[in-house]
């Protein structure tokens, strides 16, 4: 039986769909049927999704997003590798306990996905946030990340970035995810897409509304606390570095300064992209994406 939801599933219903297949959006949509799968890890439930075969690959979403925020990626993926996404703690279907996170809590909890699904090793791609929690995964457990993929991302934030995060904190805290939306949409997209693809907006959006605010604001607790590169040198993995050449969030000064202090990276900066760079130019994303990963895994020549 396909059950089919066009809102997010709460947590304390989930165990209900266990093993049965999920299309998460509108019926008709041509969202891909999904089996709802949870995995219990360091105190949460966390919902994630596999797909394809070949060496694992894993995918971390941005702030305000869910693991559907890779699915042209997953496609591409998924006939030479194992693309395995999750939803982070306090997104999408998995567990959205409230309080402050950290980047290493997030990072435990990656450690006991892989745990509990029995891998030992990935290829890491993240974007934003999950590129945050990308580079302290690697840092922490060093010998399972076959290499590492930074997308639209930072290794550290000013000190004057702080009221940003506070000024969300407080919104969301007093009036929900509604006011995040707009502003959000246009810092991830340059306007030109924006006005040309209404659906991406109407779906990216969508996620975005549907965060729970305690998730949310545990996020924009951790976020700002990233400050990792004066240890980026300890990596020896192979490394590529992603960013849209119009993203305000994480500017490619940012990516420069990653590329700079992560030894033998890669830079790729992607034209007419912002932010969600991976969404907004999918083709040379992909490209890039692959083209790297299949040096890395051996699957082409150096």
Not at 143 to 157: G, H, N
Not at 200 to 223: L, W
Not at 244 to 259: C, K, L, Q, S, W
Request: glycine share 10%; net charge neutral.
């Amino acid at each position: 039986m396909l059950f089919v939801s066009s809102e997010p599933v709460p947590v304390a219903r989930l165990s209900q769909f266990k093993g049965k297949r999920i299309a998460v959006g509108p019926e008709g949509s041509g969202t891909r049927a999904l089996a709802l799968a949870l995995l219990k890890a360091n105190g949460i439930e966390i919902n994630y999704d596999k797909q394809g075969s070949g060496p694992v690959v894993t995918l971390s979403h941005s702030l305000g997003c869910d693991l559907h925020m890779w699915d042209e990626q997953a496609k591409a993926l998924a006939s030479r590798y194992t693309a395995l996404r999750f939803d982070t703690r306090g997104h999408g279907q998995t567990s959205a306990p409230e309080g402050a996170y950290s980047l290493e809590q997030m990072s435990d909890d990656l450690k006991g996905l892989l745990d509990g699904l029995g891998i030992t090793e990935t290829h890491f791609v993240g974007l934003s946030m999950g590129g945050m929690i990308g580079q302290t995964f690697a840092l922490r457990h060093p010998s399972m990340v076959k290499s590492l993929v930074l997308c639209d991302t930072t290794s550290r934030y000013p000190a004057a970035a702080a009221p940003v995060w506070e000024d969300r904190i407080k919104t969301v805290g007093t009036k929900g995810m509604e006011p995040m939306v707009a502003g959000t949409l246009e810092r991830w997209f340059t306007a030109p897409f924006r006005a040309r693809r209404q659906d991406v907006m109407e779906r990216v959006g969508g996620m975005i509304r549907s965060t729970p605010p305690a998730g949310y604001i545990g996020c924009c607790h951790a976020i700002p606390k990233i400050n990792v590169t004066d240890r980026l040198k300890e990596l020896r993995c192979p490394a590529l570095i992603i960013v849209g050449e119009e993203d305000p969030g994480t500017p490619v000064e940012m990516a420069r300064e990653i590329h700079a202090a992560l030894p033998g990276s890669q830079l790729a900066i992607l034209r007419s992209a912002s932010h969600l760079s991976n969404v907004e130019q999918p083709e040379e994303f992909n490209r890039a994406l692959l083209g790297f990963l299949d040096k890395a895994s051996g699957k082409s020549a150096l």
